[in-house]
């Protein structure tokens, strides 16, 4: 399995940026995807995910209405689009997927994301 984030980058508050995850292999492989986020010195944290057949998803509190998790138009991309981005957003921003197995689990190598203020 593998897991490949893009889209990281600089970008200015209240800019946008849309994160992509391709998985290999596709993404009905998996019972859910989901963006974690790690900022310095701090844990990391559930941004937002998504379940792969129904696509329900859901949000950390500090996201909502910001950011938005889908499937993409292919069968191995999942989206994580970011709008109104705010400083405290900055962070290495990790692609996750879950499987139907009890710790089947599994991560990619994270894409940075820094917003200036």
């Known amino acids: 399995v593998h897991l490949v984030e893009s889209g990281g980058g600089l970008v200015q508050s209240g800019g946008s940026l849309t994160l992509s995850c391709t998985t290999s292999?596709?993404?009905?492989?998996?019972?859910?995807m989901a963006w974690y986020r790690q900022a310095p010195g701090k844990q990391r944290e559930l941004v937002a995910s998504?379940?792969?057949?129904?696509?329900?998803?859901s949000y950390a509190d500090s996201v909502k209405g910001r950011f938005t998790i889908s499937r993409g138009y292919s069968e191995d991309t999942v989206l994580l689009q970011m709008k109104i981005l705010r400083p405290e957003d900055t962070a290495v921003y990790y692609c996750?997927?879950?499987?139907?197995?009890?710790?089947?689990?599994?991560w990619g190598q994270g894409t940075q994301v820094t917003v200036s203020s």
């Open positions: 998504i379940f792969t057949l129904s696509c329900t998803t």
């Open positions: 996750n997927a879950n499987g139907f197995l009890r710790g089947d689990e599994f």
């Open positions: 292999p596709s993404i009905t492989r998996f019972k859910s």
